[in-house]
């Protein structure tokens, strides 16, 4: 069974550097084909597709955010992380990780992040 | 980036029947594409991957088809559990891009 769970700082003022883990179950991200995506939701909105990690440490961003994310893994954790560098209070979302297959094929129930002065 | 159209935004429907959403990609993505519903306060799950392969444990009431730029997602015999926003995702492009979703009730 596949599971995956995120965690984070729940609250952080605006600058400052948020830090997401992933932590999952089930799969192992040193094995071919496999990868984790970082994806995030405002509280009624849409989802948007912020970076993801595959099993060769090929890494993809999404270039609106510009230079601010850093993702990476530690395979033998089962642990996936993104960094995101100044925010400001438009990165108050749930945070989500997600295998990646093609399809994200299985979702942590996702880390409710404010930014708040 | 690839910009994605989905329709309707909303969608009211009665038990039993059977409702179409439609993804419309501003380029081909080559059935690069995925459906995913997400329930009230739930995380999205994967229902629909490659166009028109279905997910693991997902009920054969749902298909998905569609090539080059348009792509639907269908539902068959509608279910109460099937409320629900519908979002489609291309997966051919980076940066991957999402729908804007549509929220469909129950009439």
């Known amino acids: 069974q596949v599971t995956l769970k995120e965690s984070g700082p729940g609250i952080l003022q605006p600058s400052q550097t948020l830090s997401l883990t992933c932590t999952f179950s089930g799969f192992s991200l040193s094995t071919y084909g496999m990868g984790v995506g970082w994806i995030r939701q405002p509280s009624g909105k849409g989802l948007e597709w912020l970076a993801n990690?595959?099993?060769?440490?090929?890494?993809y961003y999404n270039p609106s955010l510009k230079n601010r994310l850093t993702i990476s893994k530690d395979t033998s954790n089962n642990q996936a992380f993104l960094k995101i560098t100044n925010v400001d209070t438009a990165d108050t979302a749930t945070y989500y990780c997600a295998r990646e297959l093609p399809g994200m094929d299985a979702w942590g129930q996702g880390a409710s992040v404010t930014v708040s002065s | 980036d690839i910009q994605m159209t989905q329709s309707p935004a909303s969608l009211s429907a009665s038990l039993g029947e059977t409702v179409t959403i439609e993804c419309r990609t501003s380029e081909d993505i080559y059935s690069n594409l995925a459906w995913y519903h997400q329930k009230p306060g739930n995380s999205p799950q994967l229902l629909i991957y490659?166009?028109?392969s279905l997910a693991d444990g997902v009920p054969s009431r749902f298909s998905g088809s569609g090539s080059g730029t348009q792509y639907s997602l269908k539902i068959n015999s509608l279910q109460s559990e099937d409320v629900a926003s519908y979002f489609c995702q291309q997966y051919n492009n980076y940066p991957y891009t999402f729908g804007a979703g549509t929220k469909l009730e129950l009439k």
């Open positions: 990690i595959w099993w060769d440490d090929d890494k």
């Open positions: 490659d166009a028109n």
